[in-house]
């Protein structure tokens, strides 16, 4: 038996570990008490940091934004 975290977002489960399993298996599905959002979100980060999903934003010809698309400047202090 293996147990991993997962997010449930009202349609999908989003699984926070990698599972390395290739057959149809039977699951259990336990939906814990609330957490916080900000727990939420750090799973949710640290599960985008181990995917390479984002990897294509490294890529120079993903970087067409200059300063001139910016509606507001700020002046740094």
Known sequence: MLSVKGIYDGKK??????VKISS???V???FLEESEEGEIQ????AS???SSSF???KEPEEDIYTDNDLKARYKSE
Do not use: C
């Open 24 to 26: 149809p298996r039977k």
């Open 48 to 50: 985008a940091e181990k």
């Open 28 to 30: 259990i599905v336990t």
């Open 13 to 18: 489960i989003l699984l926070l570990d990698e």
């Open 55 to 57: 990897e294509f934003l």
């Open 42 to 45: 750090k799973e949710i980060y």
